[in-house]
């Protein structure tokens, strides 16, 4: 190499890059300014957005995996788990969000419609349950494309959010989310409350709603009998941890956003806590509980965007 030649980038370890590499790797994606409002839809203190993950057979297929045992779990979120959670949904009257991969519509397409016919929202969540961060680019787009196509024909209304699968944002998906026109995402974790994003620095008018494991079942209740992955929490303890969470929000008059899996949440033991958050939640004056489209659209509208 010449003393004038710029070394590659690409061959460099982290503590060596210069400090522009690290500088576009951290703005490319960003959370800007707070859409936060002042108050709620009605005068609301504390805004509450519930929401599942529909994963269903997809999360076994996404791997290109065929045991029949392995979909048999997937298969109890639609067979068993989504009747109960309409059920308890409807008895108080909430309306939630569900996340539905585009194959899981397509093995469950009256599941969808009978969602949307109850007030429900439905919101992208992939083809195949796929890691976007291992696609390249040309075939994100045409998925995550694909898959509001796909949402749009069989539920008959055109998804205007997003939530990665696995919450795996890559580098591209905003770009796309914003080709699409969407509302919002809800994959990211750099606030408790809605936020704009950032694209390379500039404002896009794009709502995040973010998550966080810490208000997801999931890191309390998978498991895998092939792996080290053998949760223990008992459902009381995870009420503890989701009140407590709802708890700080409505003291900041802020939002708690809540994602779950019906395959998981949908148990026996599990949806009686579901049920007990619910009342306790609803025995809250000034709580507006509403899908995430509708709480991206309030904030965005309050924010002037």
Same mark, same amino acid.
């Given at each position: 190499?010449?003393?004038?030649?710029?070394?590659?980038?690409?061959?460099?370890?982290?503590?060596?890059?210069?400090?522009?590499?690290?500088?576009?790797?951290?703005?490319?994606?960003?959370?800007?300014?707070? /859409?936060?409002?002042? +108050?709620? #839809?009605?005068?609301?203190?504390?805004?509450? %957005?519930?929401?599942?993950? &529909? !994963? *269903?057979?997809?999360?076994?297929?996404?791997?290109?995996?065929?045991?029949?045992?392995?979909?048999?779990?997937?298969?109890?979120?639609?067979?068993?788990?989504?009747?109960?959670?309409?059920?308890?949904?409807?008895?108080?009257?909430?309306?939630?969000?569900?996340?539905?991969?585009?194959?899981?519509?397509?093995?469950?397409?009256?599941?969808?419609?009978?969602?949307?016919?109850?007030?429900?929202?439905?919101?992208?969540?992939?083809?195949?349950?796929?890691?976007?961060?291992?696609?390249?680019?040309?075939?994100?787009?045409?998925?995550?494309?694909?898959?509001?196509?796909? /949402?749009?024909?069989? +539920?008959? #209304?055109?998804?205007?959010?997003?939530?990665? %699968?696995?919450?795996?944002? &890559? !580098? *591209?998906?905003?770009?796309?989310?914003?080709?699409?026109?969407?509302?919002?995402?809800?994959?990211?974790?750099?606030?408790?409350?809605?936020?704009?994003?950032?694209?390379?620095?500039?404002?896009?008018?794009?709502?995040?709603?973010?998550?966080?494991?810490?208000?997801?079942?999931?890191?309390?209740?998978?498991?895998?009998?092939?792996?080290?992955?053998?949760?223990?929490?008992?459902?009381?303890?995870?009420?503890?941890?989701?009140?407590?969470?709802?708890?700080?929000?409505?003291?900041?008059?802020?939002?708690?956003?809540?994602?779950?899996?019906?395959?998981?949440?949908?148990?026996?033991?599990?949806?009686?806590?579901?049920?007990?958050?619910?009342?306790?939640?609803?025995?809250?004056?000034?709580?507006?509980?509403?899908?995430?489209?509708?709480?991206?659209?309030?904030?965005?509208?309050?924010?002037?965007?």
């Amino acid at each position: 190499m010449s003393p004038t030649a710029k070394p590659d980038t690409k061959e460099l370890e982290p503590w060596q890059w210069p400090d522009e590499r690290w500088q576009a790797i951290v703005d490319k994606v960003r959370a800007g300014r707070s /859409l936060k409002p002042e +108050s709620w #839809k009605g005068g609301a203190k504390c805004a509450v %957005a519930i929401s599942f993950d &529909s !994963d *269903h057979e997809t999360s076994t297929l996404r791997w290109g995996h065929t045991s029949p045992g392995k979909l048999s779990q997937g298969q109890y979120g639609g067979r068993v788990a989504i009747p109960r959670i309409r059920k308890l949904l409807a008895k108080y009257d909430v309306k939630a969000s569900f996340f539905v991969p585009a194959v899981v519509a397509k093995i469950h397409p009256d599941e969808q419609r009978g969602l949307v016919d109850e007030g429900h929202e439905i919101g992208i969540h992939g083809w195949i349950h796929e890691l976007n961060s291992q696609l390249p680019p040309a075939d994100e787009r045409d998925l995550m494309m694909r898959a509001a196509d796909v /949402l749009e024909k069989i +539920s008959g #209304k055109r998804p205007v959010g997003v939530r990665t %699968a696995s919450w795996d944002f &890559s !580098d *591209h998906t905003l770009a796309i989310a914003r080709e699409m026109g969407l509302l919002y995402d809800s994959s990211l974790m750099a606030d408790d409350e809605p936020y704009e994003l950032l694209e390379e620095g500039k404002p896009t008018g794009m709502v995040e709603l973010p998550v966080e494991w810490i208000r997801d079942d999931a890191v309390y209740f998978n498991m895998d009998r092939f792996s080290a992955l053998r949760p223990y929490t008992p459902p009381s303890g995870v009420l503890e941890v989701f009140k407590a969470e709802f708890d700080g929000a409505y003291a900041e008059g802020g939002l708690f956003l809540l994602t779950m899996h019906p395959h998981m949440i949908g148990h026996r033991s599990r949806i009686a806590l579901l049920e007990r958050l619910i009342e306790y939640i609803q025995g809250h004056d000034g709580v507006w509980i509403a899908t995430h489209a509708e709480v991206a659209q309030y904030c965005k509208d309050s924010a002037g965007l």
